[in-house]
Nanobody
Framework: VQLQASGGGLVQAGDSLRLSCAASKGSFSSSVMGWFRQAPGKEREFVASISRSGGSTVYADSVKGRFTISRDNAENALYLQMNSLKPEDTAVYYC?????????????????WGQGTLVTVSS
């Protein structure tokens, strides 16, 4: 599956932003999907993961209650709704696919990555 993330931009603290990830050429609906982010000078970190059906989700503690991951298997699309954004959410955000059968959080378990989309949150 090929992944294309979009929706990043420059926002102010407290604003909302919705990221999208379009998938093509593969079995999107049979794949666990996730969002990761990488801030300047830091390692890539897990943000959220969603099961194949969308019925199960996992979030990093840092975004729990503010971010919502969702998917539309009919449209081969993955989303990340980000509310109450903070300056520390500034990063390049990546969508990724895992062949695992359940939601996972380790980057090493995701084998297909899209290009990133930059989110910048100003204070």
């Amino acid at each position: 599956v090929q992944l294309q993330a979009s929706g990043g931009g420059l926002v102010q603290a407290g604003d909302s932003l919705r990221l999208s990830c379009a998938a093509s050429k593969g079995s999107f609906s049979s794949s666990v999907m996730g969002w990761f982010r990488q801030a300047p000078g830091k390692e890539r970190e897990f943000v959220a993961s969603i099961s194949r059906s969308g019925g199960s989700t996992v979030y990093a503690d840092s975004v729990k209650g503010r971010f919502t991951i969702s998917r539309d298997n009919a449209e081969n699309a993955l989303y990340l709704q980000m509310n109450s954004l903070k300056p520390e959410d500034t990063a390049v955000y990546y969508c990724a696919r895992s062949r695992m059968l359940a939601t996972v959080t380790r980057a090493s378990l995701f084998d297909n990555w899209g290009q990133g989309t930059l989110v910048t949150v100003s204070s």
